[in-house]
């Protein structure tokens, strides 16, 4: 593969190495956009700061946040079975999670999209970090949410990749988002951690432990609910998949 563009151009995870995931991760403008703002939150907290316990502690609350936050999004919001019911917000499902059930390999719908994942970002990061230390823990939070959303899209990328990973942690992570992505999608919410899962009784170690679930790639918007609310096939195009497409389709 040559070098990744991303102006008129499909990616599919299934058929790319490590190298070009890495050159196109790069590439990308969301993480560039994230990698830029991070550097001038980070420069923004030393100016404002006075000292850097505050400003580092509100870091580090963001570390142990994130993953609660994200496991709510995913579940009670990406997985949302109001979204698509009305037409002002079915474009933003379609975009932030449906796309990526409907084929889990390209990379194209994989990352978030900026108006969603910043807002999002800034909204619980911002005011932690305030609280802890004022201005400069603002900032220092919201660089640490920045960050961590980078690392996230990364190891995201690495489960749909056509790479088996060898580090074990790395490799249990991938093992369990595939189920979720083609075996029951109603759990296994995390990305780099199932701790939360576990809390609240939505990890699944095996597919035998569940069915396998007959919405896992429509989010259950099917083609009876198509009908009803139809949005999202008409800015799809065509009706819901009830499995990928083939890249012959795609």
Known sequence: MKAPTWKGRSFDL???????????????????????????????????????????????????????????????????????????????????????????HSLDVLFGALYTTLPTIFSFTVPIGWAIAGPAGAAAAFASGLVITCIY????????????????????????????HFHHEDGNYGITSFGVDKALGTYYDKAKDRPRSPTVYNLGY???KAEKYPWVAEESGRLPLDRPPSRQQA
């Open 14 to 104: 299934g058929k790319m190495s490590m190298n070009d995931l890495i050159k196109a991760y790069f590439t990308f403008y969301a993480i560039q956009a994230y990698i830029a703002l991070a550097v001038v939150a980070i420069i923004t907290a030393s100016v404002l700061a006075t000292g850097w316990t505050g400003p580092l502690i509100a870091a580090a609350a963001i570390v142990f946040v994130y993953p609660v936050v994200w496991y709510l999004l995913h579940r009670f919001v990406l997985h949302s079975q109001y979204l698509y019911r009305w037409k002002h917000t079915a474009t933003v499902w379609k975009r932030i999670h449906f796309d990526h059930h409907q084929d889990p």
């Open 153 to 180: 899209e990364f190891v995201h990328c690495i489960q749909h990749l056509n790479f088996k990973p060898k580090n074990k942690w790395l490799k249990h992570m991938k093992e369990h988002h595939l189920l979720h």
């Open 222 to 224: 099917d083609v009876e």
